[in-house]
């Protein structure tokens, strides 16, 4: 029975899948339910990247197995983005590997450099993969916080003075998912120095390099002089060409890392499939107005979502970055909880969000709002919710 499995008794119950079968429940039911839960992108990928797709998969040769840490020219391709992205140098043979999405990255690399017992330190709240993929492979958590303030700095340098082992992997992921909270290179040039005093390896998760807001571009910790002494950093096409479910990724920097994962992913796959990394060259290599043009069109959607919700009667702070806004529950309702508020959200209101105790206890108290519908259904969503917060005594502004 899987109640007896070692890492199976190490994970606990996946408490935003709780609301997702109540979504698919009421839309089986014929409910027209606005999804704001999951991270997953509406738009369709560029078309010369789905063009190149179809004529790679046509070719007789192009479907056995494929190269584990990716063929050549994806790899090029991504050390390439580096360099006029960030002003980066990587070597595509010793400092890039192709990953299967961001996701099983990190958790191939949680594999490869973690013993059991490894305390590592890791934000609360986070994606679960950054807190997961070390449990699975063994290791304890420590929590961190999420907000990069001075407690931020107090709370590392409490980790490594009462820890035992000392952590030697610290997690970050900015901008963040799910707070969407960003930092400056002042924030990682004190962090890469941190980690190098401590003999820490730093993880930093840049998924969503490319949704930026307000022109103020998000910052690679590559970009500190001497980070890849201590750093790997990986990022993710999902987003930025609305690839999801394409799973492309990358881990870039430290060659001691890329080389453990790279060994590891070696035993594990082989590589995606030939005709989705030729693809992929094509959209890191080709065209970049559609990253603008997604970029324009989400700063869009955050400011009708705003504007519409705090019209409706929910407050929600602005997000600088991501496809997502971290959003306190409405004041009068905070005692119920974020779990209940998404489920009656969900029942009352027809509108999906992600409870933010699922991304850890530091969480509740708020909801995951992705992104991920257009402009009308966001308005839509803001009726639906005045209508439910008026019905819970929640004093809405006039129309």
């Known amino acids: 029975m899987e109640d007896e499995f070692y890492r199976i008794k190490r994970l606990?119950?996946?408490?935003?899948?709780?609301?997702?079968?109540?979504?698919?429940?009421?839309?089986?039911?014929?409910?027209?339910?606005?999804?704001?839960?999951?991270?997953?992108?509406?738009?369709?990928?560029?078309?010369?990247?789905?063009?190149?797709?179809?004529?790679?998969?046509?070719?007789?040769d192009a479907h056995g197995y494929s190269a584990s840490s990716g063929i050549p020219g994806i790899r090029k391709a991504q050390a390439n983005y580096y360099g006029r992205r960030f002003n980066v140098d990587l070597d595509p043979e010793t400092e890039v590997v192709m990953t299967m999405g961001s996701k099983e990255g990190l958790a191939s690399l949680a594999t490869a450099i973690t013993a059991p017992g490894d305390v590592v330190l890791a934000p609360n709240p986070s994606y679960p993969i950054h807190t997961f993929g070390f449990i699975i492979a063994g290791a304890t958590i420590r929590s961190v916080p999420t907000t990069p303030d001075e407690n931020y700095w107090r709370s590392l340098e409490r980790a490594m003075a009462f820890t035992v082992p000392r952590p030697s992997v610290l997690i970050v992921n900015y901008p963040s998912n799910p707070t969407a909270e960003t930092v400056d290179l002042a924030f990682y040039e004190r962090?890469?120095?941190w980690a190098k005093e401590n003999k820490v390896w730093i993880l930093s998760d840049l998924a969503y390099s490319e949704l930026y807001y307000d022109g103020q571009p998000t910052?690679?910790?590559?970009?500190?002089?001497?980070?890849?002494?201590?750093?790997?950093?990986?990022?993710?096409?999902?987003?930025?060409?609305?690839?999801?479910?394409?799973r492309v990724g990358f881990a870039v920097g430290n060659r001691k890392l890329i080389a453990a994962l790279k060994r590891v992913k070696s035993y594990l796959d082989y590589g995606a499939f030939t005709p989705i990394q030729a693809a992929a060259c094509a959209a890191l290599?080709?065209?970049?107005?559609?990253?603008?043009?997604?970029?324009?069109?989400?700063?869009?959607?955050?400011?009708?979502?705003?504007?519409?919700?705090?019209?409706?009667?929910?407050?929600?702070?602005?997000?600088?970055?991501s496809m997502f806004a971290w959003a306190p529950l409405p004041p009068a309702l905070k005692d119920m909880g974020s779990l209940e508020f998404s489920k009656q959200l969900l029942t009352e209101a027809e509108v999906a969000v992600a409870p933010g105790v699922g991304y850890g206890e530091d969480g509740e108290g708020f909801v995951r709002i992705a992104m991920v519908e257009n402009e009308q259904r966001l308005r839509q969503a803001a009726r639906n919710i005045k209508r439910f917060l008026g019905s819970m005594g929640v004093n809405t502004p006039a129309a």
């Not at 107005?289 to 602005?318: C, H, S, T």
Request: hydrophobic share 40%; with cysteine.
């Open 191 to 193: 962090l890469v120095a």
């Open 285 to 321: 290599n080709g065209p970049q107005d559609i990253v603008e043009k997604n970029r324009q069109l989400y700063q869009k959607r955050r400011d009708v979502m705003i504007e519409a919700f705090g019209r409706a009667g929910w407050d929600i702070p602005v997000p600088k970055a």
């Open 12 to 60: 606990p119950p996946y408490v935003i899948a709780e609301v997702n079968a109540m979504r698919h429940a009421a839309r089986q039911a014929g409910r027209d339910i606005i999804d704001l839960g999951m991270g997953n992108p509406d738009l369709p990928p560029p078309q010369h990247v789905i063009d190149k797709l179809c004529e790679v998969a046509r070719k007789p």
């Open 219 to 246: 910052r690679s910790i590559l970009e500190v002089p001497g980070a890849k002494d201590i750093a790997v950093e990986f990022t993710s096409m999902s987003k930025t060409f609305s690839m999801a479910g394409w």
